[in-house]
């Protein structure tokens, strides 16, 4: 029995703060399900000297690296085959001390540890003392090392299911249809990524390999991929392996699976992590460049200039925001390792504190943005928030990065026309409010262009698609595309012209109409207003058509028992097409149930992507406007000394004093000329 205590253990094992030291354990061998373990002191490698004078790379520690999800437990629904959901919590035993810990990673190091040999890894929850800010700090700022020096990082996705054996299944057949792909494209495996990366674009066939990616999209699914901290963990760990109970992948096949689902288009947000995570990773110093071993270069390649956005801790937790964290700093502090480690990235000198309240480093985080940048994108990704949603009282100028909603392209990351005013001098100071230490006034200078008068309904294609209501209308072709059906609604509202409006269009496109043709945009709108049986997919065709046969039997035969079974029959129909129809929109929510020529899929992905997250609006002086959800009539539209796009601002209780509510596009303002005007410029109080 356990007489010591895990703080008596931890003081024993102190580490030294000066130097990289950290904890690891050693898992004893054995068979039962009692786990024993020791920790241990180690101090990382230091960059060793090469032949030529210079910093060579650090040799590999002797330690595996988990990484995996605490709270995470395999769904009872899905039964598994070694393990039992009968407690939340396990009990091992660490140094003769009791230590209490998820049942996750309880199921983790049973399926890690070694029958004869111990087992030597490195996990935050165990080699950490959690109840120690200091040494949390000085531990988390290691952790890009902690990755990046570990022999091997193992990916543990919880114990095997009958879901996700045949995602590891999927995974497997993907990787060798994408590997066999390349390799016929290449006459070897260094080759220049960039010529092959067309020919696994085009070799993915969706409707061929559907049910290959939908079981690795349900993978996919796994909360794991939603944690904010296997950015970092994955992004920078040098030999992967992804774990499942006993199945097991490798990272180049891992990479390449999800390859094939990102060129099939298929998945939610967690595919579109993931995708992510990798392209970053491309991006990291030492980096992968090509050939298969670590086939990352794939997803950087297919993100292309995008991936020139991704420079600074601004951008990374951008790209990262959907990801979930236990503490709400971490969603910044989780993403400062990758940040460091990455080629020309700034962090503008933010540093991890967990002393810190989440209002005090997001505020500080958002200072430290404005003032590295000197320019305003951070309002990119506000989220304006009603009293009640508030709950950390930040001012409307410092992003809620606790907030994971999808989030919005931002405005300027378009090659259209855009304010000038970023070319004049950046004016901003931040005061902290009479009276209220903890809550700040960003003052900037621009002047006020404009009100909105009328707004539309906004556009969340994933939300709506992934609702029951979608799905009950989509079985009779009600619905085709929450994006396209959006877009048909502003047309009607706003413009109603036949063909489609110049203003119409350069709104919707922020500034892209030049790239699409009228006539192909009206066609597109006739089609989609008068679609209908004929348009359905051929299974819910056959559903709907077998009701009138089987109906048709009653005229010969009309028995009662014929009646009740007919009538069963007929009932059961619709609701298997509405199951069919929420389960496929579930592993592909952004999924079009409506025929698109290239011409309108290429505007589809491209020419509407903005208007995620957004409404259409109208102004005072009858202008066409793109203005963030939430935006309400009354809004001002201002424009300011270093932004790049107007802003909406509210006006509050005290006169002067603004809220922004997030970035918009202004059709015919977007020129300087138009609408930036240096002598009309005052100061504007945001709070």
């Known amino acids: 029995m356990a007489t010591k205590s895990m703080q008596d253990i931890y003081q024993s094992f102190a580490l030294d703060l000066a130097v990289e030291e950290i904890r690891i354990v050693k898992v004893r061998p054995g068979f039962g399900n009692d786990i024993f373990c020791e920790l241990e002191k180690l101090v990382l490698p230091q960059h060793t000297t090469d032949d030529k004078g210079g910093t060579g790379k650090p040799a590999k520690a002797n330690y595996v690296a988990l990484s995996y999800m605490w709270d995470y437990m395999t769904p009872s629904l899905l039964p598994s085959k070694h393990w039992s959901r009968k407690n939340q919590e396990k009990e091992i035993y660490c140094n003769g001390a009791s230590l209490t810990v998820k049942s996750n990673l309880y199921a983790a190091l ?13 996990t935050d929850a165990i080699c950490i003392n959690q109840k120690d800010d200091d040494e949390k700090t000085s531990q988390v700022r290691l952790m890009r090392k902690i990755y990046a020096l570990a022999e091997k990082t193992v990916v543990w996705l919880g114990q095997e299911t009958y879901v996700s054996a045949q995602g590891f299944k999927a995974i497997r057949f993907l990787a060798d249809i994408m590997r066999s792909s390349y390799l016929a494209g290449s006459k070897n495996q260094e080759e220049a990524p960039r010529q092959s990366l067309s020919l696994l674009q085009s070799f993915i066939n969706p409707n061929r390999y559907l049910w290959h990616v939908g079981a690795f999209t349900l993978l996919l699914r796994n909360p794991y991929f939603t944690r904010v901290w296997i950015v970092q963990e994955i992004g920078l760990s040098q030999n992967l392996e992804f774990r499942g109970g006993e199945e097991c992948v490798s990272l180049s096949d891992f990479a390449l699976a999800a390859s094939a689902a990102a060129f099939s288009a298929i998945g939610s947000k967690n595919s579109l992590n993931l995708t992510n995570i990798l392209a970053v990773r491309f991006l990291v110093r030492g ?26 801790i601004l951008s990374i937790i951008s790209l990262f925001r959907g990801s979930q964290s236990k503490m709400e700093v ?22 991890e504190d967990y002393s810190l309240s989440v209002q005090e480093a997001y505020t500080r985080t958002a200072i430290s943005i404005l003032e590295g940048r000197r320019d305003l994108d951070i309002f990119a990704a506000l989220r304006l928030q009603s009293y009640d949603e508030n709950i950390f009282n930040l001012p409307s100028w410092v992003p809620d990065w606790s907030n994971t909603e999808h989030p919005t392209i931002p405005l300027n990351a378009g090659s259209g026309s855009h304010t000038m005013a970023k070319y004049s001098e950046f004016e901003y100071r931040v005061e902290k409010t009479p009276g209220n230490l903890h809550t700040h006034i960003l003052y900037l200078s621009g002047h006020l262009i404009d009100r909105i008068t009328e707004v539309g309904h906004a556009c969340n294609t994933e939300k709506a698609q992934a609702s029951a209501w979608f799905c009950f209308k989509n079985i009779f072709n009600f619905a085709g595309s929450h994006l396209l059906e959006t877009f048909v609604n502003w047309w009607t509202q706003f413009d109603g012209n036949e063909p489609v409006s110049q203003e119409f269009l350069a709104t919707i496109t922020c500034g892209q109409d030049f790239k699409y043709n009228t006539d192909s945009i009206m066609e597109l709108i006739r089609r989609f207003q008068q679609r209908g049986f004929h348009d359905l997919p051929i299974v819910l065709k056959l559903g709907w058509t077998f ?36 389960v496929c929109f579930a592993i592909w929510p952004r999924l079009v149930m409506f025929k698109l020529s290239p011409q309108e899929d290429d505007f589809y992905d491209n020419g509407l992507a903005h208007i995620e997250g957004r409404s259409m609006a109208r102004t005072e002086t009858s202008k066409l406007a793109l203005v963030p959800d939430g935006a309400r009539i009354g809004d001002l539209i201002a424009i300011c000394k270093g932004g790049r796009v107007p802003f909406v601002l509210r006006n509050t209780a005290t006169e002067g004093r603004f809220q922004i509510v997030g970035e918009g596009y202004v059709h015919s303002v977007m020129d300087v000329k138009e ?11 945001i709070v």
Not at 675 to 685: F, N, S, V
Request: glycine share 8%.
């Open 287 to 312: 980096g992968p460049r090509e050939g298969l071993g670590d086939p990352s270069w794939l997803h950087a390649e297919a993100a292309g200039e995008k991936l020139t956005l991704v420079r600074d």
């Open 110 to 122: 049973h399926q890690l540890r070694h029958k004869t040999e111990p087992t030597i890894l490195w």
């Open 675 to 685: 609408g930036y005007d240096e002598d009309r410029c005052m100061k504007l109080a």
């Open 330 to 351: 971490d969603k910044i502090f989780g993403l400062l390792g990758l940040c460091r480690e990455m080629n020309n990235a700034q962090t503008f000198g933010i540093e």
């Open 547 to 582: 009701i009138p046969i089987r109906a048709s039997e009653l005229y010969f035969k009309p028995t009662l028992e014929r009646l009740h079974i007919i009538t069963l029959q007929c009932l059961a129909i619709p609701a298997t097409l509405f199951l069919a129809s929420y």
